[in-house]
Each structure stands twice: as structure tokens, then as C-alpha cells.
């Protein structure tokens, strides 16, 4: 039964680390292929690339300079504002995940 508990609490976490390493290693793909033009498009006088997969989907290198919420692009108070609603909604999500009894909701 302990063993049992363990797993579930190990999981969630394994599945985490799994989501950072795969995001991690795209974005790392992303920077090498000179397809997308990654670093050459931060300046506004290069376009970015894309790669076009099909007819439906492509990848399309874009840079996220905003962060959570536009934070890094708001400016006084309101920065603080959004990093402190931002940690408290976190906080409350794990705080509900960890204390709810149904395995699959967790």
C-alpha cells in the first residue's frame, strides 16, 4: 500500500522532469537550426524562419519576450502584480492537487 503511494507521488514529478527535458531539448533544436534564423530574428530587421511540415502545420520561430502574463512588459507596480497573482494562483493549484483524493485529478 506504501509502495503504492509512493508511485502516485513520484509519478507527477517524473512527468514533469520528462515535459522540462522535452522542452528544453526543442528549444535547443530550435536555437541550432539556422532554418528558423533564431538569433538573427531578435533584431527587428531579420525575419524569422518557419519549416513548413505540411499544408496544415509548420514550425515558426518566434520569440516570447513577455513572459507569464506580459510581465517583463509591464512596467511598475503591475509587474509585482502579476508575479504575485501568479505565485498565489500556483500556489493555491498545488496546494488543491495535493490534497485531493482522486488519482486521476492529481
Not at 59 to 73: A, D, Y
Not at 90 to 100: A, D, E, P, R
Request: charged fraction near 15%.
Amino acid at each position: 500500500m506504501i509502495q503504492r503511494h509512493i508511485f502516485y507521488l513520484v509519478l507527477p514529478f517524473a512527468i514533469i522532469l520528462g515535459l522540462f527535458w522535452a522542452d528544453q531539448n526543442t528549444k535547443a533544436w530550435v536555437l541550432s537550426n539556422p532554418v528558423l534564423n533564431a538569433y538573427e530574428c531578435l533584431e527587428d530587421r531579420f525575419r524569422c524562419g518557419a519549416i513548413e511540415v505540411s499544408f496544415l502545420f509548420d514550425f515558426s520561430m518566434v520569440w516570447n519576450r513577455g513572459v507569464s502574463f506580459g510581465t517583463l512588459q509591464s512596467e511598475g507596480i503591475m509587474r509585482w502584480v502579476l508575479v504575485g497573482f501568479t505565485s498565489l494562483v500556483s500556489v493555491i493549484f498545488i496546494g488543491w492537487l495535493l490534497k485531493t483524493p482522486r488519482l486521476f485529478t492529481r
